[in-house]
Every structure is written in C-alpha cells, then in structure tokens.
C-alpha cells in the first residue's frame, strides 16, 4: 500500500481518488472549496484537506512527506504547475504529474522534467499511468493474438542517461518510439534516455510483471 495525494477534487481529482482507494492505497485530497468534497463518495475513507494545493504547510497536513505520488488535476495550470513543483523540490515526491491546459506551457514543464497530461485529451487513465506505475502495463494496444503489447514504461529515474539499448537488453522489450518535448520520435543505436522522455515499448504481456520490476529499480552496476 502507498500514499497519494491529489490536488483537485473535481471530477477528475474524485475518480482517481477513488480508484486509488480501490486499489488498497492510501488518499488524501486537496482542494480550496470545501463543497467540491461532495464529489467524493459516501463512505470514503481518505483524507480531505481545504486548502491551498501548493502551500507547504496544507501539503504537510496531506501527509506529502510520505507520499509515493503527487497528481495536480485542478482547473488552473499555474497552481498545478506550482504545486507540482513543490512536491518535488520541497518534498521531494518521485512520481508527480500534473494537468495542463495551454499545450505551449506543457511542453515547458516537459523539458523541466515534470510529466503532464494535456487537458484535451486527458483521462484519469494517463494520470494513474504516470503515478502508478503498474498500470500502465494494461498497454495502449494489443496485436491481435494478445501476446504483444505497445505500453508506456515507467522507469527508475537512475535510468536517465543510459542507452536505449540498454533498457531493451535488461527487460527484454523493444522500444518503439520515445515522446520527447512532446513529439515522437524513433530512437537510434546512440539514443540515451533523458529526463521528461516517456517510452514506449512492445512487451511481451505475459513478461508484463518482469518488466514492470526490472524498470521501476535502478540499473544492475555492473563491475
């Protein structure tokens, strides 16, 4: 079980607290408007703090020091911009993520290393991909004898700087393209994966589970 912390209680914001209570985690959620909690269901068991979502000492009251991940999925892109970057830097929160409408300032927080969703197409399922890394193992396509799948990685950030190469080598997958700064692109023999790339390889589903626990630790050293 882990902790999250949601900064949001709209729509969005209750669906992924819910579905994170569902999986047997930890929530807590933040918003400044007390009525927004009516969004959540009768009977759920998390944490609801009025607040600020990007001042430290409400962040505190969200338990944000113990927590696996941070999603900002208000309205406004500067408070989730701000509150993402506070629970990485003050708190420092691994796996944040943080909703954004202007596509010009997303590619921005991209090149700083700050995983977002565009608002356009958003779902809480790309949410739930870059904070809870096991989901996005269900992959975004599947061949049609089901053994293959395209699939977002999750990766240990001590990966950043080895070879693509590398990464296919020790997981067994194989790449097919990165998103960088928001646009695709085909990865070469020399290609090394940075900060704010999103990988998305084909995997084997049965191997799903091998690869999720490879990828998500650091690089065997080797000596």
Same mark, same amino acid.
């Given at each position: ?16 607290? @819910?579905?994170?209570?569902? *999986? ?12 927004? /909690? ?10 609801k703090i009025t607040g600020v979502g990007f001042d430290q000492d409400t962040l505190k009251?969200? %338990?944000?020091? @113990?927590?696996?991940? /941070? ?10 911009? $701000? ?7 003050? /708190? ?7 909703? &954004? ?5 997303a590619e921005i927080y991209q090149r700083l290393g700050i995983p977002t969703v565009a608002?356009?197409?958003? *779902?809480? %399922? ?35 700087? @080895?070879?693509? $190469? ?25 290609? *090394? ?9 084909? &995997? ?20």
């Open positions: 079980m882990a902790h999250f912390v949601i900064m949001g209680c709209g729509r969005v914001g209750a669906t992924l607290a @819910h579905t994170l209570e569902d *999986s047997g985690h930890s929530v807590a959620i933040i918003d400044q408007d007390e009525r927004s /909690f009516r969004r959540l269901r009768t009977g759920f068991g998390g944490r009251q969200a %338990d944000i020091e @113990h927590a696996y991940a /941070f999603a900002a999925v208000s309205s406004g892109d500067n408070s989730n911009i $701000l509150a993402t970057r506070v629970a990485r830097e003050t /708190f420092h929160v691994e796996h944040v993520v943080a909703r &954004i409408y202007d596509p010009g300032r608002a356009v197409r958003w *779902s809480a %399922d790309q949410v739930l991909r870059r904070i809870l890394p096991e989901t996005a193992i269900k992959g975004d396509f599947r061949e049609p004898s089901g053994r293959l799948i395209l699939t977002e990685l999750s990766l240990h950030p001590d990966w950043i700087g @080895h070879h693509i $190469l590398d990464i296919e080598a020790a997981a067994r997958v194989r790449v097919a393209y990165l998103t960088r700064f928001g646009e695709g692109m085909l990865p070469g023999s020399d290609t *090394s994966y940075q900060q704010g790339d999103t990988v998305h390889a084909m &995997i084997l589903g049965a191997q799903s589970a091998d690869v999720a626990h490879i990828l998500s630790a650091p690089p065997v050293k080797e000596f």
